[in-house]
Each structure stands twice: as structure tokens, then as C-alpha cells.
């Protein structure tokens, strides 16, 4: 019987519904100021690409190189952060526009909590952040996921297990 492998496509939609679902939450409860949150979200992304990176090998009877299973996590990381922009655009444009007002008021009672911040810089600090959020969401999306993708990619890759087969050690004829 053939182990059916599981691709990069489901495990990203997968992993890329969690971290929906767990933002939803957030929004939901207002849970935006414990700042730990935003760390479990990317705990288990990690987790689940490490995960799902070993079981690739395992699927591929551990007949796979580090490189193969590198490019199986980072593809994964790929879809994740192909639909997690989507999603980011979706929520702060349509879904949750209140969102950025509360990300903003946030961002201001963190910045007058540090002494050395006049309200002149603060209000700059501000209007900065309202012109640039969307850009900065979108890149901090894709460079936040595929950072923690790479590292995730990387740890996976180094501790599952690896017996690749040599093509050259095979004679033929």
C-alpha cells in the first residue's frame, strides 16, 4: 500500500486557517494588548511547519535530502503567506476597519509610557503609522511569516530523519 504524501498546499491552508481563526479570536475579545498572544500565534505556525516538514520524510519513508525537505517547509511557509496578506488586506479594509483605530491607540499608550517622547513625536509617530499601516501589515506579513517560515523550514529539515538514496551507487546494466 501506497503512503498517500501530503502537500504543501494543504498543509499552508491548513496552518493558514489556524492563524485566521486564532487573529478572529483576538479581534473578538479584544485581546489586542497581551502582547504574549501574538507569540503563541507564531509558536504554533512554527511548530506546524516543523511538524509538518518530519512528516514529509516520514510520508517520503525518510528517503528525502535536507534540501528537499527545506524546499517541502519553505513552500508550505509560501501558501501560509500568500493567503495570511490576503486575509490581512480582507480585515483591515472590509471585514475589521476598527482594527487599525485600535492598533493605533494601542501603539500611542506604549509610546507615552516612554519618558523620552514628547507629544509632538507621538502625534508624528502617529500620523505616520495611519498613513503606512496597510503597507506595513502587508510587509511585516510576509516578512514576520517567512522569516519564522525559514527558521521553522530549517529546524525541521536538520531533525527529521534524512536516508537519502545515492542515484550513483545504483549500477544498471
Do not use: C
Not at 97 to 111: A, F, H, L, N, T
Not at 118 to 146: C, H, R, V
Amino acid at each position: 500500500m501506497e503512503t498517500k504524501i501530503t502537500t504543501h498546499i494543504v498543509k499552508g491552508l491548513m496552518l493558514s486557517a489556524l492563524s485566521i481563526v486564532f487573529s478572529i479570536v483576538v479581534y473578538v475579545f479584544n485581546l489586542y494588548d497581551i502582547s504574549w498572544l501574538n507569540w503563541v500565534n507564531t509558536a504554533v505556525l512554527m511548530a506546524g511547519l516543523i511538524y509538518g516538514t518530519i512528516l514529509y520524510a516520514n510520508q517520503n519513508n525518510n528517503q528525502v535530502t535536507f534540501g528537499n525537505l527545506f524546499a517541502h517547509g519553505f513552500k508550505t511557509t509560501a501558501v501560509v503567506i500568500v493567503i495570511t496578506t490576503i486575509y490581512t488586506v480582507i480585515a483591515f479594509k472590509f471585514l475589521f476597519p476598527d482594527m487599525v483605530d485600535k492598533i493605533i491607540d494601542i501603539s500611542r499608550k506604549q509610546m507615552e509610557k516612554n519618558p523620552k517622547m514628547t507629544d509632538e513625536m507621538i502625534e508624528q509617530a502617529i500620523t505616520m503609522t495611519k498613513k503606512f499601516f496597510m503597507p506595513f501589515a502587508i510587509g511585516g506579513t510576509i516578512l514576520g511569516t517567512g522569516f519564522m517560515g525559514a527558521i521553522a523550514s530549517l529546524i525541521g529539515a536538520g531533525i527529521a530523519k534524512k536516508n537519502p538514496v545515492d542515484p550513483f551507487n545504483n549500477p544498471t546494466a
